[in-house]
DNA sequence: CAATGGTGTGCACATTTGAGCATGGCTACC
DNA sequence: GGTAGCCATGCTCAAATGTGCACACCATTG
């Protein structure tokens, strides 16, 4: 078994000629070579450093039922941001890249923020022959800081060749009834309208904190962040806050949000969800429990702290 | 690359249907396979703990140009002579199975000693349809030591229906006269032409020291003995003692000494040597360095010592 | 002593894989 | 703007390999 095993691996005879050296038929030393596989006298192992990026791809897909998952290599860098902005550029082409792969058509709904930014940055034109471009969630900043949200869409649409659809209005208002009101309006339904029939949707996911985006963006206030906080959120999709268990954290701010909801983008046939950096671990594994991805793109950083936190 | 191998080789799909789950053509996984194989982000080994027997075999056929060779495991045992007793059984075991395969025809030649003895005891009736056993060197015991030699051959022809021919003559005698005289008589004179003429010849290899059977059967006494040890002589093959260079290490006693000689024994199509037992290994690198030997079988030991000492 | 069942073997056939070659896109260089 | 060379890709065809089946061998059992 051993000398057939020798012959075919490590000196690459065919069947043939082993069985011809020992004297025995090939269909013998197919059997030889079956058995020495299944007793592991012959071991086929990958060695390449970067089949550990493939193993937690598999291991996202087998645990939250997704359909594919990209899992990049981050090289290590010497400062922290700098860390942040490479990871989001590495996630960031590979989901520009994926999403090519993918190939999807009629109207892709997408979110907004630096991640998504990046992502549209690297999309080669020609990527998809999508019809149409919705926003998926409100984002007129009302601070110094713009949200950028319409560049994301812009750039999706020129890339594509497809129309584009906006969502005037912020993520975030101050009580339900405005809330119920903006969507009433048709600048707003119809935008909305769309991104429910989308039936594909792109977006990232943003940590909860003083460097928020939508914080920053002023949609939420400190009280809103206190009690967040006090709920156990971890981030946000779509500008609705999620705690670790996937669920929405605070309803009632749900219900301020505006944009489509979680069970809308759940009923979806292809979500793409991106988390890049440090940090993303508990929204990203708030966001797949949460059951609106089907399709994760990260870094290897978050993809271990999810699959060891799960 | 890695994905497909992972299929491949983890999940055990063929290449088409890698391909089709990568949404690429077959051919392009078996090229993608092909380098990962080459670039070694895939290895292939044998981890069965035996297969250095078979780059041991290896080792000797490629630096003595042998046909093949045999290396087998010794349990190790409690004492070094059980560990002596247990080497030549596996050994004699595995001679004998090769010789069998080796189906030999024709005339064969045999020597005698512990070794060949426990070979002939292992053989399987009808392992060979050989037509005649010949003795290879004399043999005859002038001490109360009985070399059996005898009973090695008659093994021999019993286990193959062969009919046997013996060389009624002593391993080594006093003068070259007395030898040539002896060689000349057709008793001996006929055996020695049968023994030239077998294309076939099997032998064991003696050490040399006071517990060797030529000194034990009062072949050779304490001035031979001690002439031997400053010719550098390891052992002997057909009673012919050699240096570590595999050279004849006295030829004065060489000429004293009755059987085929060593020349005649390289001509062979077929020669098989056998070497079993700690402290073989000088007169298994002498042996196989003389070049008297096409098919070795030897244990680990040995085999290991020879291939570091070459 | 026949029947039985397990095991190993070789064979015909289908599937899988590899080798060589033509094609076409791309780049670099005139 | 052409063009030569290179590389990746897919194809055809042949080789290599796996599979189901029939048969032989052996030991056990009623």
Redesign the pocket.
């Known amino acids: 078994m051993l000398r057939a095993a020798q012959l ?1 691996y490590r000196l690459h005879l ?3 000629q082993v069985g011809e050296r020992l004297g ?5 030393v ?2 030889l ?2 058995r020495a596989l299944r007793e592991s006298a012959v071991r086929i192992e990958i060695v390449h450093p970067d089949i550990r990026l493939v193993e937690l791809e598999d291991g996202l897909v087998a645990r939250f039922g997704l359909r594919s998952a990209v899992v990049v290599d981050v090289p290590p860098t010497a400062s922290e941001q700098d860390q942040e902005l490479l990871a989001r550029e590495r996630v960031a082409t590979a989901a520009a890249a994926q999403l090519t792969a993918l190939r999807p058509t009629g109207a892709i709904g997408v979110s907004w923020g630096r991640t998504m930014l990046e992502v549209a940055a690297h999309l080669r034109p020609g990527w998809t022959a999508a019809s149409e471009i919705v926003q998926l969630n409100g984002a007129m900043s009302r601070s110094a800081r713009p949200t950028r949200a319409q560049e994301v869409v812009e750039q999706f649409g020129l890339t594509s060749g497809a129309a584009i659809q906006l969502m005037p209005a912020p993520a975030i208002v101050g009580s339900p009834e405005l809330r119920e009101a903006l969507e009433q309006d048709p600048s707003i339904g119809e935008t909305l309208a769309a991104a429910r029939a989308a039936e594909t949707a792109v977006f990232s996911m943003g940590v909860l904190g003083t460097e928020s985006v939508h914080v920053a963006s002023g949609f939420i206030g400190d009280p809103d962040l206190a009690a967040l906080g006090e709920a156990g959120a971890v981030g946000d999709v779509l500008g609705r806050f999620l705690a670790i268990d996937g669920r929405i954290a605070l309803p009632s701010l749900d219900r301020r949000t505006i944009g489509l909801p979680l069970e809308e983008l759940r009923a979806k046939t292809l979500t793409v969800g991106v988390a890049a950096g440090p940090g993303r671990g508990s929204i990203a594994l708030a966001a797949l429990r949460s059951g609106c991805i089907n399709v994760m793109v990260t870094d290897e950083e978050t993809a271990t702290w999810v699959i060891d936190h799960e």
């Open positions: 075919y065919t069947q043939d025995v038929s090939r269909f013998k197919g059997r070579l079956d």
